[in-house]
């Protein structure tokens, strides 16, 4: 009786450490990347487009969004304002999110021909 509860305990305290991912409460907004490399960046997400924009020299990036599942999708860059980004129009970026809290979420990049390793991002809802 005493390795029952004492088993029963042990699943209840490591069920309270788990945590559901609520990828949905992601899909749209306004964000910003928590990793002060990337600070500059603002985004805005509808349910179709992503636009980028860096505040330090006015770039914008807009991309489709296509999700895959509540937690994974594909961003296709369409649109650059400066021609030293050109290189990146019809590029695919791959983001599967794996981690989420109240206001922020953790996603991992995939690499590609761009971005060869793949990144974790953690990425903060702004509103």
Known sequence: MRKLVLILFSILALS???QDKNCSEF???EFEYSNSNYSEWKINRTDSIQIEISTKNQIEIQSS???KSDCEFILTCRKVSNPNFEHLIGKIFKYKIIKTFDDRYI?????NDIQPKHLE??????N
């Not at 996603?107 to 690499?111: E, L």
């Not at 991002?121 to 702004?126: F, R, S």
């Open 16 to 18: 309270s450490y788990c």
């Open 27 to 29: 899909k749209t907004g």
């Open 65 to 67: 969004i296509e999700w």
């Open 107 to 111: 996603c991992i990049s995939k690499g």
């Open 121 to 126: 991002l953690e990425m903060i809802k702004m």
